[in-house]
């Protein structure tokens, strides 16, 4: 948790300007949607994390992109959850990569390896790689969860 401090000074900052913000914007492969990445988005859940979550915030008809966007922009913290399923759509550059580019470029970013690992990660992306996150070989999903919302809880 102490390398996750950066992350927690940016939620404060932005929790006392902007305090309507999600809690978080969680980023998955497609493939995860109704397996890890539901997990982790329902203990998030329960422990009162306001998430940003496309198989709950994407309405039909809505634009895709632009829906995204708008998620990225009102949430205070990115979860980038890196699975093999993720590994594999990253290269692709498609909606995955999009919104990891645009988590990538703020300093509010958590990474939670699942299923894999940092050394396979770094093959795909050094800049995620390099930073400070959670990894479920060492935890399980239910405490990751908890640790994220001990970080963004104001």
């Known amino acids: 948790m102490q390398a996750l401090t950066p992350v927690r000074g940016n939620v404060e900052v932005l929790a006392a300007s902007q305090p309507d ?15 890890s990445a539901k997990e982790l988005y329902d203990l998030l859940v329960s422990r009162r994390v ?11 008809g809505v634009p895709m992109m632009r829906a995204i966007d708008k998620g990225l922009v009102n949430s205070r913290v990115g979860i980038v959850l890196v699975t093999p399923a993720m ?12 919104e990891l ?9 958590i990474p939670v390896v699942h299923g894999t690992t940092y050394e396979e990660l770094e093959k795909v992306s050094l800049l995620l790689a ?11 999903m239910a405490e990751v969860a908890a640790k994220i919302a001990e970080l963004v809880s104001i």
């Open 21 to 35: 913000l999600l809690d978080a914007f969680l980023c998955r492969a497609w493939d995860d949607r109704q397996s």
């Open 50 to 60: 306001r998430v940003w979550f496309s198989e709950q915030d994407l309405g039909l």
């Open 87 to 98: 590994l594999r759509r990253l290269p692709t550059e498609g909606v995955a990569d999009k």
């Open 101 to 109: 580019s645009a988590l990538l470029r703020r300093g509010r970013l």
């Open 130 to 140: 390099s930073r400070a996150g959670l990894n479920t070989a060492e935890e399980t």
